[in-house]
């Protein structure tokens, strides 16, 4: 393996709130969404306004397929794809217009793995393995590593590293400048949620069983807890609790001090996993189950709040603005629910499953479907 070239909501708990390690991506801006759930902690919360009489504003096709979720910077839109004869390619759009600004030519397809943009570099991994840094300003390459794994991880940037999961079981950290390893944690399995960052640390739920918490200034494994499920979502926090559902068709709660589960869910009727990564806010842990339903959680104690039934699985990760929940599914369409009850106020029908999350900046809701087109609405 070799480089190739060069929230604002705080849950109050008797615990002392945890702070956000430094970074150019640590502030909720509401016309920003740079990473993959809007901000360092996951929660999927952005605090724009957006119209609750939604239109669509444009639709752009980028490729074959898109399960990439947009990040969003100085009214750009970066996405990636999946090309036809299994390439790829990251794209950036006018977040006004959906015109291309341009477009980055990657050898395999972008999948899951969604843009991350900071200090003038956007960052992004691809179905072969290669984890790419491109100019942001006009999409030529910087560097890119090959891992020995595909790449459904999305990026976090930290300070001046970047951190960066891969399906070889290994979460590298990178000089985000040069590319240059600064270390790299082996697990037991892949390594497929986004990482989670509070205060210095990297959390995050393993398709190996295990939560992992990694001190991002040298690597260090400080966190170690076994028994959690083999984990593709990413985990959200808010204090000192974090949230993730499981492939063991649960929803879990850790409190990162204590380091015990503070509370487990399961459905009381039918089993199903969960993919999708929790939004958090208010009290309320909202996520969509392939049981083809949004559930609500209280966060305090894990009891269902509401839900709401689609006509598929929902993989889509919710993201919440004004209080209102936006989520796609694999039904084909894009839903906005009520934050406080779960009840449907508007959806739109893209005509192809929908297991991107949205991306919520500048008043716009911006997601990608699977026939290849990223839709704005506002």
């Not at 977040?95 to 991350?116: E, F, H, M, N, Q």
């Not at 930290?158 to 944690?185: H, M, N, P």
């Not at 990564?277 to 208010?282: I, R, T």
């Not at 779960?342 to 499953?353: H, M, P, R, S, V």
């Amino acid at each position: 393996m070799n480089i190739i070239s060069r929230r604002r909501f705080i849950h109050q708990t008797a615990l002392a709130t945890a702070a956000l390690l430094p970074s150019p991506l640590a502030a909720q801006s509401a016309d920003a969404w740079p990473q993959f759930r809007g901000d360092p902690t996951l929660t999927g919360v952005s605090p724009t306004t957006i119209n609750p009489q939604l239109k669509q504003m444009w639709a752009t096709t980028c490729g074959e397929i898109i399960e990439s979720s947009a990040a969003i910077l100085d009214a750009t839109v970066y996405i990636g794809a999946g090309l036809p004869n299994a390439k790829g390619a990251m794209l950036a759009l006018g977040l006004w217009d959906g015109k291309v600004k341009w477009r980055y030519a990657s050898d395999d397809p972008i999948g899951d793995s969604s843009p991350t943009v900071a200090n003038g570099l956007v960052f992004a991994g691809d179905l072969g393995g290669v984890f790419h840094a491109v100019n942001a300003a006009n999409g030529q390459g910087v560097w890119k590593y090959k891992t020995d794994g595909e790449i459904k991880c999305s990026p976090i940037v930290v300070g001046d590293k970047v951190l960066i999961g891969s399906y070889d079981g290994t979460l590298y950290c990178f000089e985000a400048r040069t590319g240059k390893t600064a270390w790299r944690v082996k697990t037991d399995n892949y390594v497929h949620g986004t990482p989670c960052l509070i205060n210095g640390i990297a959390y995050f739920a393993g398709c190996d069983e295990i939560f992992h918490g990694i001190r991002v200034s040298d690597g260090k494994e400080v966190v170690r807890l076994p028994g959690i499920g083999n984990t593709g979502a990413s985990v959200a926090a808010v204090g000192e609790q974090v949230f993730f559902g499981n492939f063991s068709n649960e929803v879990l709660s850790y409190n990162l001090a204590t380091r015990r589960r503070v509370w487990r869910y399961l459905h009381p009727q039918r089993q199903f996993p969960f993919y999708s990564s929790a939004a958090v806010l208010d009290g309320k842990v909202i996520l969509g189950g392939r049981d083809k339903v949004v559930h609500c959680l209280n966060a305090a104690t894990g009891k269902e709040l509401w839900s709401f039934r689609t006509q598929a699985r929902v993989e889509s990760s919710p993201a919440v603005a004004s209080g209102r929940v936006y989520v796609g599914s694999n039904d084909g369409r894009l839903y906005v629910l009520d934050v406080n009850t779960g009840a449907k106020l508007w959806e739109f029908n893209a005509g192809q499953a929908i297991s991107a999350s949205p991306a919520l900046a500048g008043g716009r809701v911006v997601i990608g479907a699977q026939d290849g087109k990223l839709y704005c609405f506002g």
